[in-house]
């Protein structure tokens, strides 16, 4: 089976830099993703890390400890509009899907 | 537009009916997928389907029938509606291979489900 931990909730200040965590526990291991979901819409691709190391992209970057079962996705430069859900999910290997986390709802006050 | 498209976006309906929400991806993807997401907004997986076959069955009670008449569509079909139904359902997509790079998932837009 498979355990994704991360924090609830979150809040910073417009301009800052946020860490979001996620911890896993999983039988097998294939990848693990971030997703973005404002209130009411669609969960949408962020990142994604299958080896250790740190993937960056603009302004969101996200890093992966295979060993440690632990993943961050790091928000730089906040802005309003990221005020959003963030979704951590891992995939096990072979034919399977996303399990994912309870998700960290962000709140980018000005 | 390239997407995931699902209808209809909202739905509310009366326990014990039975509703249909349709997806469709021009994506060219081999894979689609259901979710569901609670008031908690927990997303969780419910089925999943390559090439029109059914790879993942999450323990969904049988009133779930999915149903993929191609690759591009796939639609869930609830019979005896109950409360506890009341979710957002979103449909997803991604090119699989079995063995090869994982691919994302793209998601369509939701159905908001809600049973009186």
């Known amino acids: 089976g498979q355990n994704i931990d991360q924090p609830t909730e979150m809040t910073a200040t417009e301009g800052a830099i946020v860490q979001i965590n996620c911890t896993y526990q999983?039988?097998?291991?294939?990848?693990l993703f971030w997703y973005q979901q404002h209130a009411g819409e669609a969960p949408t691709f962020l990142s994604y890390?299958?080896?250790?190391g740190l993937e960056e992209k603009g302004r969101f970057s996200s890093f992966l400890s295979r060993s440690k079962g632990y993943s961050y996705l790091l928000l730089k430069e906040l802005q309003m509009k990221d005020s959003a859900s963030y979704l951590c999910?891992?995939?096990?290997?072979?034919?399977?899907?996303?399990?994912f986390g309870k998700g960290t709802m962000l709140l980018v006050s000005p | 537009d390239t997407a995931v498209s699902q209808t209809p976006k909202y739905l509310v309906t009366q326990m014990g009916n039975d509703k249909s929400i349709k997806c469709e991806q021009n994506?060219?993807?081999?894979?689609m997928y259901w979710y569901k997401q609670d008031s908690k907004k927990f997303l969780k997986i419910m089925f999943s389907?390559?090439?029109?076959?059914?790879?993942i069955n999450e323990t969904v009670p049988n009133r779930f029938s999915p149903k993929s008449p191609d690759k591009a569509h796939l639609n869930l079909h609830i019979n005896s509606l109950e409360l506890g139904d009341s979710a957002v359902y979103f449909c997803?997509?991604?090119?699989?291979?079995?063995?090869?790079?994982?691919?994302?998932?793209?998601f369509g837009p939701g159905t908001r489900l809600t049973v009186l």
């Open positions: 994506l060219g993807h081999d894979t």
């Open positions: 997803a997509s991604s090119q699989e291979r079995w063995g090869g790079p994982v691919n994302t998932q793209y």
């Open positions: 389907y390559n090439n029109k076959e059914l790879i």
């Open positions: 999910a891992v995939r096990a290997p072979g034919y399977s899907t996303l399990t």
């Open positions: 999983t039988s097998g291991f294939n990848g």
């Open positions: 890390n299958v080896l250790d």
